[in-house]
């Protein structure tokens, strides 16, 4: 336990925009009784004694960062790097300038000194000054030929420079994706030497592409043999309530229960259902019951673990467990009898929670509706559809939208920021990008799933059970700094309300303006990323204080093990968890990293595919928007098709400056300025297909009006009309996830 603290300790004080007060660390860590509460003040004070800890009465953070750290690096755009110090900087992450990163890799544990030279991003800079271990010994890339010597270009940024290949076999052509095993690794001006470990094919086609970056991710791929064996037995033992299954579970069988989810879901993992009760609703919220098929610690739940999550890419899943359970019996399809953990919500007509019960249930879904159908029937199209759906539907968007008001007023936070869906020819190949279907139905069950899993949350914590929770904590005092610094460059006013409700006054200010994309863009660099942890921190842009996942057992570890606790609740435990939480603590690291890794990789081919085609438009023009500003130039991104390319400084021409903590670049000669969130026109200059890089030449000279942009204060009224961007996303993520 005390190890537990001490992990918990350090994340709390990592995240937190400044020192805490000790109770509240104390109650932040989940020191709630006495037992836990000697633990803490055991793990306090060696954190302390080791001086690891900065104390100042009762304030407690962390010290400023030594003149040498040790951590571990990962490869940055353009030659920098970052490394991750193993004991948390209040500073964050220390930013590796080009050229000093001593040919590190991502994944390598090294030793930095730290310099007074600061990052464009604020925080702290410094080089490698000697690589401690590898932590890559693979990589993957496109095979060459280069004055009579063969090598592996690297694709991605783990590994900056080719890698020597001395073994290559007859069938190893120029142009091939291979998975290289590293042999000798670079030192001072000698590259890295390889063998070749797998042949994935000709780079290009989107499946060698997928198998590419599944090898590069290290994602694991095929089940194991007894998963897959444990997978059928369960399904085989499954019994639907007709022939004596489940006996210990309630029968909601006569409930109108229904799903909406994407046109091309496969995976039903949520079904929903209201009743009017007095001035208000009890909403169900049922979530398929993958704890009843997946035991702790079977082969189904070691591999789960290990996986942590399904990765989704473009004509591919990674399922987290075996499709005979998720896309089967674990699936909420409809007409079919289903296990459930289901979540009674009581409502009143302003949307406040008066109560709630949770029960592991029987349902069986009365119709499957896509997005488009569901808000079709909000439209007044009813369809086909039975008439108890549709009258449920319509229901359900009044507790919804009462729900997102109240939610609103609390702080819940709303980012305007696009989306696109790629169109993909029959061969893989990306032919268009049209913005996704923002209807309405979207947020309703967004709105829903966000309420079940904050009230799962809230009974957890009031049984005093260690838990994964999902916390997002609140940006660092740094970058609320650069955003009032940014935002007085671009004429708005900061909220004056405080916290959230700040961000919300500067967000609504902005809403219709030119400047609005990059205003939204501008607060979410100020956020925090969310993640899995056992602190007691809420959940920032949701405005929650307690808040886990329990909606998407099927494709999520940690709402699995939420279940389990749930579960270990409604058959009579007192204290459902682990006692220690410390291995529940790594756990939750563990699902962060493979929560991120499924990001990286999922954006990293859809960049590519885009980039593909890219690469046959050379000189064509692109609209954009300028994202980011750093010294040698602007970061542009495609309106239509969301890749971000980069346009030099040099190349607008030699009287360009840029000043990057304002955003801005402009000309002495001409007085032409872009600032973040300017509209440009830009051509497809060079694609650099194994590195993801874009370069961008300027196709239309920028205004020359420093005025060009309206402005007005949090509060005010539009200069100009017009509505926000369709296609929006929410910082919460479909289904509060």
Known sequence: MKEHFRQTILQILATSPRPLDVDRLAADAGAVDPERQAAFRIAFEELRDEGRLRVHGRRVGLPPAPARIAGTFRTGPRGCGFVAADDALAEGDVYIHAGETMAAMTGDRVAVRIDGRGRREGGIAGCVVEILRRGTSQVVGRLEQREGQWVCLPQGRVVAEPVVIDDVKPADREGVKVVVEIVRYPLGDEPAHGVIVENLGAAGPVDVETRAIIREYGLPEAFAPDTLEEARARVAAFLPPEQGGAPDREDFTGLTVF???????????????IVPAGDGWTLGVHIADVSAFVPEGSALDRDAALRGNSVYFPRRVLPMLPEVLSNGVCSLQEGQPRWVKSAFLDFDRQGNVLGARFANGVIRSARRLTYTQAQAILDGDAGDHPARVVADLREMERLSRAIEVRRRAQGMLHLDLPEVDLVLSPDGRVTDANPPDASYTHTLIEMFMVE???????????????????????????AVRRLSTFLGAVGVRAGRRGGAHSLQDILEAVKGLPQAYAVNLAVLKTLNRAEYSTATIGHFALASKHYCHFTSPIRRYPDLTVHRQLDAHLRGGSRPGIADGTALTSLAEHCTMTERKAEAAEKDLKTLLVLQLFAGRIGEQLEGVVTGVIGAGLFVQSTRYLVEGFLRLEDLGPDWASDPERGLATSSRTGGRLRLGDPVTVRIKRVDLDRRRLDLGLAARPPVDPNAWATRGSGGKDRKGGKGGKGAKRHTGRKGR
Not at 259 to 273: G, L, V
Not at 453 to 472: M, T, Y
């Open 259 to 273: 799903t909406i989810d994407p046109d091309d879901a496969r995976d039903y993992d949520d079904a929903i259902s």
């Open 452 to 478: 079940a899993n904050e009230a799962v949350a809230r009974l957890l914590h009031s049984l005093k059970a260690p838990f994964i929770r999902r916390i997002h904590p609140e940006g660092a005092t740094d």
